[in-house]
């Protein structure tokens, strides 16, 4: 009766055929604790959950099914804007009701929120861990009904809390002020570490149902990319890359240069930049078009892209590797949510990731393995990487033309000039001719002069080439 029960709500409410075993699993846990079916049930259930979904498993489902069965309000606390901006759009599109706090709000519009929640006209609250903390949200909150809480990406509790975000770790403590008791913490990937913080910050120590479905994105193909230049190799692999497409970066500098990189370089219009430091009516405009283009690519620091329900990226793409492998299985699993294929290409130069958590990478093994091991879950087979299927290729875009020059040249330039020659400038009009006839002149024409100079400091460091005194060779040096 109760998979019945479930199932046909699901339909009813959002025409969904068929639930997963796992968001069964969750809901029905859900509906017990809060004694749905009944007071013996409530008493025997543990009323804490964490739950690990893959990215795509529909962890909204979760608690938006129980949130418009249940009396009462659930509470959502999601870590980003943008999270709530969607996640309300989803909930009215259900046929619910929602009131999002969050800082700015004027008195009018926090009068109007008070109003709807003191009687119960809303079922959903969304708001974020800083509002949370504010005096007058905490009494509102503690004279309302509020049913449930979840916590949603809980991973960035520990990520964030312990770094750039305190507050995180006092959501726990604010739930409790609030007398939740009925509380779920979700998350797409977690290692052990992030679940033993999410015990300690969200549920203080107490006992908590562990809800642990497979990680493994079975539709996402995961590539990586050798690269001295991460930049020219991102134009070429853009040459073919299926859209709409998404380029994480861990800057807004990275992010608004790239961008502009992008257009200059490839004429296409269809190309935006998306980060926190944008106002809030540009952050609201760009989702609005990004959600809608079939043919868009954005440049996105992590400020975009968690519970961002785009069902259709064909790509995504990481200049270089995020801090965590739950922040890296979180982004690239912003891909095939459509459950369609996918494709996630991390982009590494392998001086900069020897010491780091992904150097295991370099060792060529199954990447799906590889990441799922991070994470301390296993796989018994590869859907799709590079390794498995034989598409890696270890060549890095331009090494082999620079090696060529320098051999070619052997000892006779510096980096600068060497930039120069391979990216076939003429220097001065005088000597035009002889930089002309070096071998290997403009063989990079097609690359920025920057970005030669730094491909030739990567094939340095990694000792295909070697540097004297600062010149591969001493030439003469023209002045005009």
């Avoid at 257009?263 to 609005?288: C, D, P, S, W």
């Avoid at 060497?418 to 076939?424: M, N, Q, V």
């Amino acid at each position: 009766m109760e998979e019945d029960f479930i199932n046909s709500k699901a339909k009813e409410l959002f025409n969904i055929d068929y639930v997963f075993p796992f968001q069964r699993l969750v809901i029905a846990n859900t509906l017990r604790a809060a004694g749905f079916y009944g007071d013996d049930e409530k008493n025997e259930s543990i009323p804490r959950q964490i739950v690990l979904l893959p990215t795509g498993a529909g962890k909204s489902l979760c608690f938006m099914l129980p949130g418009l069965i249940l009396n009462g309000i659930t509470l959502i606390i999601f870590p980003l804007l943008s999270l709530m901006s969607d996640q309300e759009r989803r909930i009215i599109e259900a046929g619910g009701t929602v009131v999002t706090l969050k800082g700015g709000m004027s008195h009018k519009e926090k009068l109007l929120a008070t109003e709807l929640i003191e009687k119960g006209r809303v079922k959903f609250i969304l708001i974020n861990p800083e509002t949370l903390k504010t005096e007058w949200v905490l009494k509102l909150l503690q004279s309302a009904t509020i049913t449930h809480a979840v916590i949603d990406e809980t991973h960035t509790v520990s990520q964030w809390g312990e770094s750039f975000r305190p507050t995180y770790l006092e959501v726990g403590k604010h739930i409790k002020s609030i007398g939740v008791n009925l509380v779920t913490a979700y998350t797409a990937t977690a290692s052990s570490y992030i679940i033993e913080s999410v015990k300690k910050y969200i549920f203080l120590g107490d006992s908590v149902n562990i809800v642990k479905g497979n990680p493994d994105r079975v539709n996402i193909h995961y590539s990586v990319v050798p690269t001295i230049n991460k930049e020219e190799t991102l134009l070429h692999i853009l040459q073919n890359a299926q859209k709409p497409l998404i380029i994480f970066h861990s800057s807004r500098t990275s992010c608004e240069v790239t961008n502009t990189l992008l257009i200059n370089r490839t004429g296409n219009k269809e190309i935006v930049y998306y980060h926190a430091g944008l106002k809030k009516e540009e952050k609201q405009e760009i989702e609005k078009w990004f959600f809608t283009s079939d043919s868009g690519i954005l440049n996105a620091t992590c400020a975009y892209g968690m519970g961002v329900d785009k069902q259709n990226i064909r790509t995504v793409i990481h200049l270089e590797p995020p801090n965590s492998i739950e922040a890296y299985l979180q982004e690239s699993g912003r891909g095939g949510r459509d459950r369609n294929q996918a494709k996630a290409i991390l982009i590494i130069n392998k001086n900069s990731i020897a010491n780091s958590k992904f150097a295991t990478l370099l060792n060529n093994n199954c990447r799906r393995v590889e990441y799922l091991k991070m994470l301390g879950a296993d796989v018994e087979y590869c859907s799709g990487c590079d390794i498995c299927d034989g598409t890696y290729n270890s060549y890095e875009l331009g090494k082999e033309q620079i090696i060529q020059f320098v051999g070619a040249n052997s000892g006779q330039f510096n980096i600068e000039e060497s930039a120069r020659i391979l990216k076939g400038f003429y220097s001065y009009n005088a000597i035009s001719n002889q930089y002309h006839n070096y071998k290997g002149f403009g063989l990079l024409s097609g690359w920025d002069l920057d970005y030669i100079k730094i491909a030739l400091k990567n094939v340095i460091k990694d000792g295909s080439i070697t540097l004297k005194k600062r010149v591969f060779l001493q030439p003469k040096l023209y002045k005009k």
